[in-house]
C-alpha cells in the first residue's frame, strides 16, 4: 500500500535547538518525495523536493531508500519556521497525484 | 498572476443543502485536482482532472462531484451537504511535465 507516516502530531523546540521533523514512506516504485509548509492564514507552498537536493530556509532533507525516510532538518530553528509541515509522495512517473502525511505542526520557542 | 483562487474563503451550510466551491487558475496548468485537510488526517484527494474534459476520482469521492469544461475552471459540488463534509477544501493545479503543485488559499466549509 502507498502511504506517508508522519509519527509527530505536534513538535515544540526552543529557538536555536536542531529540528527533524520525520517522514517515513511506503511505496513499491521509484519515489518522489517533497515537503509542504503552511505558515499561518497562508497557502500550501512547496519547501522541497527530494531529486534537487537543495536546501531551502537552511531545511535539508535527505531520501533513504533503505529506511524508506524522508526525515526535513534544520540544524538552528528561528521561530518563523513555525508552521504546518507536510510529508508528501508523488506515486509514479507521468501521474501528478500526491499521498500527504497527516503533518507536524512545528512550533519553535523564544 | 493570480495564481490558483478559491472562492469562497468560508461557507456554512445547512445539512441537505447543495453548493458549490469554486477554483480557478490562470496558469494555463493542466492538471488540477480537490483535496479535503482534517485535523489528524493530513489532505485527502477528492478528485482530479488531467486536463480540460477528464476528470476521475481521488481517494474520497463520495458526495461531490466535479466538472472540468475549461482548462482554468474545477469546480467542485457537493449534491447534499452532511456534517461529515466540515473540513477545509483545497484546490491545487501543476503544469504538465512539473511536479511542484501550486495552492489555492483553501475554503472553510461547516456543515450544521
Known amino acids: 500500500a502507498q502511504r506517508v507516516t508522519q509519527p509527530e502530531k505536534l513538535l515544540s523546540v526552543f529557538k536555536g535547538a536542531p529540528v527533524e521533523l520525520k517522514c517515513n514512506y511506503s511505496?513499491?516504485?521509484?519515489?518522489?518525495l517533497f515537503w509542504y509548509v503552511q505558515y499561518s492564514r497562508q497557502r500550501l507552498q512547496l519547501l522541497l523536493r527530494?531529486?534537487s537536493r537543495e536546501s531551502i530556509k537552511g531545511f535539508t532533507a535527505d531520501l533513504n531508500k533503505g529506511e524508506t525516510s524522508f526525515h526535513l532538518k534544520k540544524p538552528f530553528a528561528q521561530e518563523e519556521d513555525s508552521a504546518m509541515y507536510y510529508c508528501?509522495?508523488?506515486?509514479?512517473?507521468?501521474?501528478?497525484?500526491?499521498?500527504f502525511g497527516t503533518g507536524t505542526r512545528l512550533k519553535v520557542l523564544a | 498572476n493570480a495564481g490558483v483562487t478559491q472562492t469562497p474563503k468560508f461557507q456554512v451550510l445547512k445539512t441537505g443543502q447543495s453548493m458549490t466551491l469554486q477554483c480557478a487558475q490562470d496558469?494555463?496548468?493542466?492538471?488540477m485536482s480537490w483535496y479535503r485537510q482534517d485535523p489528524g488526517m493530513g489532505l485527502r484527494l477528492i478528485h482530479y482532472?488531467?486536463?480540460?474534459?477528464?476528470?476521475d476520482q481521488g481517494e474520497v469521492p463520495n458526495g461531490y462531484n466535479v466538472s472540468r469544461s475549461t482548462t482554468e475552471d474545477f469546480p467542485l459540488r457537493l449534491l447534499s451537504a452532511a456534517p461529515s463534509q466540515t473540513s477545509v477544501y483545497f484546490c491545487?493545479?501543476?503544469?504538465?511535465?512539473?511536479?511542484?503543485?501550486?495552492f489555492g488559499q483553501g475554503t472553510r466549509l461547516t456543515v450544521v
Open positions: 508528501a509522495l508523488k506515486t509514479g512517473t507521468g501521474t501528478y497525484k500526491y499521498i
Open positions: 511505496y513499491s516504485g521509484s519515489p518522489e
Open positions: 527530494h531529486i
Open positions: 496558469m494555463n496548468h493542466e492538471y
Open positions: 482532472s488531467v486536463g480540460a474534459g477528464i476528470t
Open positions: 491545487a493545479s501543476i503544469p504538465e511535465g512539473a511536479t511542484e503543485a501550486f
